[in-house]
């Protein structure tokens, strides 16, 4: 079972800051541990010492403001955000997001900023904000800094936190006009880890329709959440039709550096990519044309 | 120190407790092994199938994939605590009178996942119920009388009968 370690229960960011500070990388953060507890019961993480920054009601939090946008408390849980007003109107993908990740236990204790950290590829929330192009605050002791989400992951299970640093916050910026975005990803059963999934984000020019801005990013697909930028530059420029969305789904599957498991192999995935691609795509189109 | 155990004061059912656990105790394992509430079915340990759902809160989670000292000062209520004495719970009959227990092992799990749904929302959809117990893997495969049974306790509770 899970090795004995040293347990910190702080209540302040400043306290979790300098714990973390002290212990680096003898410590873990965890937060609501939906996806920490499992390897460390796989024996696969033995820290020496747990910071526990569940308690930390000072970053739980979700705050919207027309010029600002949207900020998420790290320690904000999946559930809230699936349920938040603000987050529904202003930013429906992030809430539909939240509908198919995992269960309603797991959303009901584990966070945003636990998610993120844990640096999962097959992840669903960090490809629906690299396609918000949200940004990322972290902090260590008298030290902040932003981060694009895109920036963070680094390789499987692994982020740009440095050893004393945690994260503290979610960025979203307002789209422009003209903006629609979604997110889908392929389950065997709802709430499964995502076989592939896809976040598409599109900003069309007001008045003639065309292309202005495309942000594609696949979870599953790579040792990270993966942005296929080719893709994205089949789209821009264009009026997007039918056969424009074929071909960025078939660009981006080629991107792909996929996983093989029991779930699929790497052609499969490929082949669902484009799929997706184009599936969400055309929604987020749709929304982008009344958005 | 690493291994020693340390406080941790909870409600379990109502009742206050100040126990003294090893950080890495599970919260099923110290309802289960410490306080011997084990109508929390343990199944995969893995946070697969849900057999551990207790409420915190008024809301369902895993007891598995918390730690027990994540519970501190919280509010914990098992299947051992939501009957009334000998009253069962409208959801607990529901699922007698539907005939939705098999071979029973999900339901406690069953029960705290629908126990928490009904608190938040009285009237669910079906869609809604599907979604509350979505984490909840019953082996002989009765959802449906499952589904059937939490909405009939849903009516029930909201006065029907």
């Known amino acids: 079972m899970i090795a004995d370690f040293e347990y910190f229960a702080p209540k302040t960011v400043e306290k979790a800051l300098s714990l973390v500070s002290q212990y680096k990388e003898e410590a873990k953060i965890i937060a609501g541990g939906q996806s920490m507890l499992i390897i460390m019961k796989q ?13 930390i009601a000072a970053l739980d939090y979700i705050k919207y403001d027309e010029g600002k946008g949207l900020r998420i408390g790290a320690l904000t849980i999946h559930r809230a955000i699936e349920k938040s007003p603000v987050i529904q109107k202003h930013f429906g993908v992030l809430s539909e997001t939240e509908r198919n990740l995992a269960t309603t236990q797991t959303r009901n204790w584990g966070t945003i900023g636990g ?4 640096g999962d590829p097959a992840g669903d929330p960090a490809p629906v904000l690299i396609a918000l192009k949200a940004k990322l605050k972290l902090a260590s ?9 895109e920036e963070f992951s680094k390789d499987y ?3 740009a936190l440095e050893p004393d ?15 629609g975005a979604a997110y889908e990803k392929l389950m065997v059963m709802k709430g499964d880890m995502g076989i592939v999934g896809a976040a598409v984000s599109i900003t069309l020019s007001p008045g003639n329709g065309v292309c202005k801005d495309a942000r594609i990013a696949l979870s599953n697909c790579a040792s990270i959440p993966l942005r296929a930028k080719e893709a994205e530059q089949v789209l821009v420029g264009k009026t997007i039709n039918d056969s424009l969305l074929t071909k960025a789904g078939e660009v981006a599957a080629a991107e792909t550096n996929p996983p093989v498991d029991v779930h699929g192999s790497a052609e499969y995935r490929r082949e669902m990519v484009k799929v997706f691609v184009k599936r969400v795509a055309r929604i987020a ?7 | 120190m690493k291994g020693e155990p340390m406080e941790l004061k909870l409600t379990v059912n109502g009742k206050p407790y100040e126990l003294k656990v090893k950080a890495r105790t599970l919260l099923v394992e110290l309802l289960r092994n410490e306080l011997k509430l084990t109508g929390t079915k343990v199944g995969c340990l893995d946070s697969a199938c849900g057999a551990c759902t207790v409420n915190i809160d008024g809301k369902a989670v ?3 994939s918390i730690l027990a ?16 004495s000998d009253k069962l719970h409208p959801i607990q009959q529901a699922m007698i009178d539907h005939g939705a227990i098999e071979c029973g092992f999900c339901t406690p799990g069953m029960v705290m996942s629908a126990r928490a749904l009904l608190a938040e929302n009285p009237t669910p959809t079906r869609e809604e119920v599907r979604e509350a117990i979505q984490g909840n893997l019953c082996a002989d495969e009765g959802y449906v009388k499952y589904i059937e049974a939490i909405e009939m306790a849903a009516e029930r509770m909201r006065g029907g009968k």
Do not use: F, W
């Open chain 1, 157 to 159: 299970l692994e982020v």
């Open chain 1, 141 to 149: 002791l008298g030290r902040e800094r932003t981060i694009e989400v």
């Open chain 2, 62 to 64: 895993r007891s598995c």
């Open chain 2, 69 to 84: 000292l994540q519970a501190n000062g919280r509010e914990v209520t098992t299947i051992e605590g939501v009957a009334q």
């Open chain 1, 165 to 179: 640093e945690m994260l503290i916050e979610i960025q979203v910026p307002i789209p422009p006009p003209h903006t």
């Open chain 1, 115 to 118: 998610n993120l950290c844990h």
């Open chain 1, 43 to 55: 024996g696969l993480l033995t820290p020496e010492y747990l910071i526990d920054i569940k308690g």
């Open chain 1, 285 to 291: 189109l749709e929304r982008a044309k009344v958005g």
